[in-house]
């Protein structure tokens, strides 16, 4: 069982910057694929960042060059670095932990936290 705890949303005037952090706890944090995703009202959830375990990140079009995901394993946290924010970036943005071997999958979400870019 992994627990994960999303920080570090707020209000940000546009073409300013904030840092998301997810805390997880419970299990391997390494083992796991670390994502982002955000849902803004009305639309579906979308993938915005995510790591592999090996490192490797891949990031949505709409944000790539603005937003930097990274893991510490070491403390167990992924972080969503977010430049150059746009309104159309306001949404809920959710961390999620995914791991799959063979049959075996492991998939789990974070409450939450909101983003909203206004000035």
């Known amino acids: 069982q992994v627990q994960l705890v999303e920080s570090g949303g707020g209000l940000v005037q546009p073409g300013g910057s904030l840092k998301l952090s997810c805390a997880a706890s419970?299990?391997?944090?390494?083992?796991?694929?670390m994502k982002w995703y955000r849902q803004a009202p009305g639309k579906q959830r979308e993938l915005v960042a995510a790591?592999?375990?090996?490192?490797?990140?891949n990031y949505a079009d709409s944000v790539k060059g603005r937003f930097t995901i990274s893991r510490d394993n070491a403390k167990n946290t992924v972080y969503l670095q977010m430049n150059s924010l746009k309104p159309e970036d306001t949404a809920v943005y959710y961390c999620n932990a995914y791991f799959k071997v063979g049959a075996l999958t492991q998939d789990y979400w974070g409450q939450g936290t909101q983003v909203t870019v206004s000035s």
């Open positions: 790591v592999t375990s090996g490192g490797v990140k």
């Open positions: 419970g299990s391997i944090f390494s083992m796991y694929a």
